[in-house]
């Protein structure tokens, strides 16, 4: 069973530049959520989503930022026109429908590390 | 709750001793506190949780130990070994966040065990 995929896994671009990064959830886990997280630092949560729903975005920047899950396909965060703050690394995690195996356990994936020039 | 800090506190230990890690959270109206460990480069993965009615966990080699009263998590590592070392988080799910696995972050205590 594959566990959280998520790529690119190192992405550069530069200012002003589009950033989108994928996430494909474990088999059978129909909530995803992203987290970022700066160097050296927890991590912070930035949106949760069921298929086709945005169930919390409270920690998404209210610009610039934006996520999906449709109903075929990966999990997509997606960072417009980009700024040098914007570089962290992003991390996608899953659980399954409801609560998972422990209740505070979510599947993470190995994180997409966003560099901007 | 959350911290944010330029540098993680570390925690050094000798191979074969016990390490104890902790954590203070502010929010009471959690429902789980969970321990994550990562290593460099990777995801965080999920060591251990405890619901806020115990005070006490244990699983194979690790301890998660509450007290509520002085909002206080700990994780204890028995017998640590090279393959420990690593980055430690603390984590709390709220209830009143509704459903859902959203988890609020602690900033984290770096492990370095010596050989």
């Known amino acids: 069973n594959a566990g959280v995929m998520q790529n690119p896994r190192h992405l550069v671009r530069r200012r002003g530049q589009e950033a989108r990064l994928r996430c494909s959830p474990m088999?059978?886990?129909?909530?995803v959520y992203w987290y970022r997280q700066l160097p050296e630092e927890g991590l912070k949560f930035m949106v949760y989503?069921?298929?086709?729903?945005?169930?919390?975005e409270s920690g998404m920047p209210k610009e610039r930022f934006s996520a999906e899950f449709p109903k075929e396909g990966p999990s997509i965060l997606r960072i417009q026109q980009v700024v040098r703050g914007d570089s962290a690394a992003y991390f996608c995690?899953?659980?399954?429908?409801?609560?998972?195996?422990?209740?505070?356990?979510?599947?993470f994936g190995e994180g997409s590390r966003l560099t901007v020039l | 709750g959350e911290s944010v800090g330029l540098h993680l506190p570390t925690l050094s230990v000798q191979e074969g001793d016990n390490s104890i890690i902790n954590c203070a959270y502010s929010?009471?109206?959690?429902?789980?506190f969970i321990w994550y460990k990562q290593e460099s480069g990777k995801g965080p993965q999920f060591i251990i949780d405890?619901?806020?009615?115990?005070d006490k966990r244990q699983g194979q080699r690790v301890t998660v130990l509450l007290n509520k009263t002085v909002k206080h998590l700990s994780l204890q590592i028995a017998a640590t070994q090279p393959g420990d070392s690593a980055v430690y988080f603390c984590?709390?799910?709220?209830?009143?966040?509704?459903?859902?696995?959203?988890?609020?972050f602690g900033g984290g205590t770096r492990l370095m065990v010596k050989p």
């Open positions: 995690a899953s659980s399954p429908v409801g609560q998972g195996l422990a209740a505070g356990e979510l599947f």
């Open positions: 088999k059978g886990h129909s909530h």
């Open positions: 989503l069921q298929k086709e729903n945005i169930i919390d």
């Open positions: 929010n009471s109206a959690s429902d789980y």
């Open positions: 405890i619901r806020s009615n115990m």
């Open positions: 984590a709390e799910r709220r209830k009143d966040r509704g459903a859902g696995n959203m988890l609020t």
